[in-house]
């Protein structure tokens, strides 16, 4: 186990122009305005923006309970980037089709040994199941090439079967909210 | 008299350690209020005390002590003569032996020595005692938290208070401070250590000091950076912040912390933490400021090299060329980058000699002007050498600034070679001509030597403005770089033309688009008249600019920020009181683009045009005048042109320039002040056309110019005094009585109204004739009156006015209301017989009986039906008069006449209130008659009734909202405090009680209608007082709403108010008692198709539940929860980010 960053030095990358609100919002008030691709983003971001910093102190309090390190050590974390500024998930990366309610998600780990592949992938995959309409089915996927041990992470993040196990287990589950909690105060 | 029995109890009540703080807290103030309202000694306290202070049972021996100590604290105030003091101080200076009993020892030398000079102080010599005793027997580090502090404070005082008593005592105390603050970590604690250190060093000398400053910086490096690791939440009184400064302030003492002091920060700066890096550059300017030159002389190599690389890798790397802003660098400074760069200046204004010898010869800004031509397109320069360029331009901006020696230091070295990779040859200074052509810009111009010279240019230009001495010709000190600039102005100048001139796409030549009007706008704001640039080059500046407004329109970018830097010129212009220059821009800019005359060319489309015009007239006072003089005769001439003409074209151009006029010009008057003939001159030319027209055409006014004729005329009257406002009303009425159906005979006692006109379907066109225009007109000069104007022939105003209300002229309501409400009670004008008093008035509007009049003109009493009494006013609102339309304009005009009363809190408005209750409930009547059936909905008498009711029920909107349009403060309205309280609190149980009796539905409906108006304008505080018996009435009521779409925007606005109690913590209560019953309702609203923000806010309000307490929260979760997984799929993106955010705010219930 390691008591620091697993990865200490991430390239940040420039974040993305936000869809603003018009002022004059007097457009058809019955017109349809189907999920797309930045809202998909929107409510990833939107809730992951925290979510390294609370993924780093949800493994170091585990780290911390195995090893019973002192918490002296611990600092905030060094780069509390969301995961749109490392890169983990961009826009591009998202594909919706509204009228098939079908999503994928492709994720970039930030190092080819990232521990927190599927971690990072069951929040994804929590946070949309708890965001989209029920009709949607969810994808998640590493990045071709990014992971290496690529394959078994896919089959792992998209095994109905077993992401229900995992979400029977409290532990993870408590974690998954934590990642996934908005913050306080 | 105390008793002695009573003393001794207080006393043993405060050393008995079994009572509780409280007892021992009161009973030491009873001791004290004792000894201050001199009932009792300190010498009989002693005595009295005699046992407790010297007994051998150390608990109560500490008490005793503390007791005394504690109650001197409390006498800081009381004069005590010199022996106690004396006698005291010798007392507890001597307990400091004795540790079990510290506490109170402490205490009390500490209040001793706080003492004022008013009451007998401490003398010198007991200080240096108790320092003494301090040195020998206090062992700080062994103590708990709070005695430390005690000590920290009692040596702080000594320290501030008696600095030579203590500085006697040499190395033995700073032994003491070294050895008492050397691993201190409590926040309270280390700020007192810090400030010890400061005092400390401040107060012996260097050679005494020199062997322990070693030692005392070794201690105090282990703080650095400081490291702050207590949750925010913890209330604590110390901040980071302090601390830091603090410890800043430590460290700068004394120059003899130097040689430990920069290394640690210099090493620091190279830590990876980011707070670690900011902090040491904020250490090094505050200390290199107090360590002086020599010390740090031989620390500039390595503090510049770290400055270099703090600015080369301190940039966001989202560096972009704003095109919006040309003040800044174009991308955000971090506060990183902010300290490096203010380091950077103190070390150049301490020395700048060396320092700037090594700027110069720096390899890498060196490298960066021999690669220039790598950088020939801005936008295909990449990444890392654009944030090379970019902090190479900082850093040489940053020297030139820094003093005048350097700019021309800098100016010198480095701006040939700007020039010559631009290729710009020296224009001849003497030269009153441009140049001619003698160099042709065949290429494109070099983007990183423009943006480098543009750096170099406002550093110099700032540098400057900053200095004096430049002002006069003769200064030697800027001769080479005033001289550099004149040979190069000219030809730069014709570049940055150049490269704006060739610019033919936005999108691609943004870089360029922002070189040419920033160096351009640099060039036209250098300070010093036309000393450095020409007069030839200066007007030649504003020529461009100019001409890219007047003909470049189509170049959006360039467009903008030309009119950006001829706004910032202009202001410069005005800051710097610059008369010449002035005199320029006058003849260019304003002539071109305010001058009245200009307004005719429409090669610039108008909203443009005015736009420029606005931000332009903005920028100085002077220009401002003329601005507004051009817009007011374009205004007038296209007035005169549509009253006379009925020109179509001209009411178009008219509407723009009076919105103009009014959102734009009169916001800038009213600032600036002081401009009242300018409003009253606009006020009296408006006026001026009608009077002399008498063809109109009524076809031009469909497009709103009435309505914008009137915004103007309003706002600018509202601003004027009252005499100018007598001179206008005056005028008005001038005009007024000149109209042909102005009915010059006596007052009459009745109205004419034209029954035949008002059909149920109105002729608009019949509405707009010139007597409308100039009623409204009127009204709105009636409107923003002041109260103390006088209003001529008041009578036969209000006839006129009761006249035009009944027609449906909403102004000449208003008009009403305000005269109403401004009347003083009393009236003034008693000398004026026209003049009438309040109720006159009142008399006048709710007596004057209707008359009808036919086409023949032949005046007759209307009706056979009706007696003249139920003809009067309030009768014609309660319908008597069988023609709907016009009870709809009788309710629509009572409602603003209401407001008027209601505002000044006149008792009238209860019977209007009725009547409109009347009105709303009228149903209930002919309920009964036509018993209600699906069919009566569509009986076109019901839905005239409908109509009426809800006019009615719109009638309180009027009554309790704010209007723009009169009746407020702008207006000069008479506001009575609370007025929207006390009618919330009349209305409620009236309208709770009629809810509950009303039968129909449609009456109900109404009454909820009604209730919504006033509830959504009531200000919030009072409705959370009865929010328990309000919020069952809002569910019913916004379930009412909900059946009809019209009346979104009643449920919108009900339902804010909804959310304002679920979000404040004094409704929570109430929410609490009917929880359940919110959420069935709000989750039924949801599904609400025709309104976005009704669901968007129902979704806060579900929301917002979520933080009730659990025990409520809990049993609701699961039906929430259903509901809201609906909401995810809704059309609109906005309510499904809500239902994301309202999910997961039920979610983590659990």
Redesign the interface.
Known sequence: MVSGLINANPV????KERRV?SAS?YVD?????P?DQQ?VF??LS??LILMPVNLTIVIVRYTVMIFERSIRDI?DP?HPYSLEELKVITEDAIEVNDERSYVRVTFTPTVEHCSMATVIGLCLRVKLM??????YKVDIRVAPGTHATEAAVNKQLNDKERVAAALENPNLVDMV?EC???TY? | MAEPSQLTQHIESFVDSYRSPNQQAASLDAIASLLKNNVLTIEKLVREMDMYLTTTDDVIRARGILLLGEVLAHLASKPLDDATVHSLIVFFTDRLVDWKALRGALVGCLALVRRKSSGGVVTANDAKAVAQSYIQNLQVQLLAQHDRKLCFELLECLLQRYPNAVASLGEGLLYAVCEGIDGEKDPHCLMLTFHIVEVVARLFPDDLLSNYAGELFEILGCYFPI?FTHP??EDLDVKRDDLSRALMLAFSSTPLFEPSAIQLLLEKLSS??PSAKVESLKYLSHCTLKYGVDRMAKHSEAIWSAIKDAIYTSHE??LSLAPDSLDGLGFQESGFLSEALTLLETVLKQNDGLLLSRIIDDEDINLIFNTMTNYKNYKNIPLQSKLKLHAVGLILSVSAKSSTASCNKILESFFPRLMDTLELSVGNPSQTQLPDDNHVFTDRLNHGALFLSIELLAACRDQVAGSEEFLSESAPAHETCSLLLKNFSASLTKAFISTLATTTDDSTYGADIYFGVKGLLVLGTFPGGFLIISKSIFENILLTFTSIITSEFNKTSLWKLALKALVHIGSFIDRCHDVEKALSYMDIVIEKIVSPASFHDFTLPLPLKLEAVSVIGASGPSYMLKTVQGLEEAICANLSEVYVHGNPKSAEVAVQLLECYSNKVLPWIDEAGGYEEVLLRFALNIWNPLENCSVFSAQVHENGLLDATMKAMKLAVGSCSVESQNIIIQKAYNVLSLSTSFPLKEPMSTIPVQLKGLKLTQERNSCYSRDVLIHSLFASVIIAVRPQVHIPNLRLVLCLFMTALLKGNVAAAQALGSIINKLDVKSTGTEIPSNCTLEEVVDIIFSMSSWSFDDNGLSRKHGGMNNESEMGFPNICRGVVNNKLLQIHAITGLAWIGKGFLMRGHEKIKEITMIFLECLSSDEKTGFLLPEQDSSYDNPEHNVHLSVAKCAADAFQVLVGDSEDCLNRKFHATMRPLYKQRYYLMMMPILQSLIVESKSSSSRSMLHRAFAHIISDTPLSVILNDANKMIPVMLDGLSELSNDISDKESMYSLLLVLSGILTDKNGQEAVMECAHRIIDRLIGFIAY????LVRETVIQCIAAMSRLPRMRSYKLRTQVLQAI?KA??D????V??EA?KC??AW??IG
């Open positions: 940040v990358y420039e974040k609100r919002d008030e019955y017109a349809v305005e999920i809202e929107d409510i939107a809730s600092k060094e708890r965001s989209l309409p029920s009709r909210d996934l909690a908005p105060g | 490291h925010k939440n990876s933490l790397p989202s198709s025709h309104s976005t997984s995810l799929d059309p609109k993106r906005v499904r980010l994301v999910r997961q979610g983590s």
